[in-house]
């Protein structure tokens, strides 16, 4: 089971997912990277040449020592499986017909959707440490065009949880009650806050 903290920040994982691996298909190009790195055959035919490190993140299925997409469509399956059988009686958990066909995008929205779920269950730990370990090193392949996923730590102004998440866009998102801040509309609140308390004291 994994605390607030913790479930917010796999949350926020998952929401940056997607660009990431956007940022990681750009990289698949030979000349995308200023120093190089290892580029399979040249060829002007398919396949055409492409960087092997950021091959091997995008490679389902594989085994070893670097964290693959094929992990988000595993976990997926066991999520889905799992919210299946707790909630046998609902029947709205619409299995994907081929789970083995999920492509990532799928499988990462079903695991953001099902994130709060995941994370009261016995594997939470497991599959938060290896999105983050997946979202590291996609994160890492892709040249960091992502900053991580900052923990949360401001108030919300709508419900006063301790829920407040800055979102990579500068925006900031409440998980608690979903409310929204553009960055101008929450320096605005936290001026308003702050003349409040300075007019109370
Ligand atoms: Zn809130």
Redesign the pocket.
């Known amino acids: 089971m994994l605390d607030h903290a913790a479930t917010a920040r796999l949350q926020c994982q998952l929401d940056e997912l997607p660009e990431i691996l956007t940022h990681v298909y750009l990289q698949l190009l030979p000349g995308s990277a200023p120093r190089g790195g290892r580029v399979s055959g040249a060829t002007r035919t398919p396949p055409l040449p492409c960087r092997l490190d950021t091959l091997d993140a995008l490679a389902p299925g594989r085994d070893g020592d670097v964290p693959s997409v094929g992990i988000l469509e595993t976990w997926a399956a066991v999520v889905l499986e799992d919210r299946r059988r707790a909630n046998d009686w609902t029947g709205w958990v619409r299995l994907p017909a081929v789970p083995a066909e999920i492509p990532a995008s799928t499988a990462i929205k079903v695991l953001r959707f099902h994130a709060r779920f995941a994370a009261l269950r016995p594997y939470a730990a497991d599959l938060a440490a290896e999105i983050d370990e997946l979202h590291h090193h996609l994160n890492r392949v892709a040249r960091h065009p992502i900053k991580s996923a900052k923990p949360v730590k401001s108030a919300?102004?709508?419900?006063?949880?301790l829920?407040?998440c800055e979102r990579t866009d500068g925006w900031r998102e409440?998980?608690?009650?979903?409310?929204t801040y553009s960055p101008a509309a929450y320096d605005e609140r936290v001026e308003q806050r702050i003349e409040e308390l300075a007019a109370a004291a």
């Open positions: 919300c102004p709508a419900c006063s949880l829920a407040l409440c998980l608690a009650c979903r409310a």
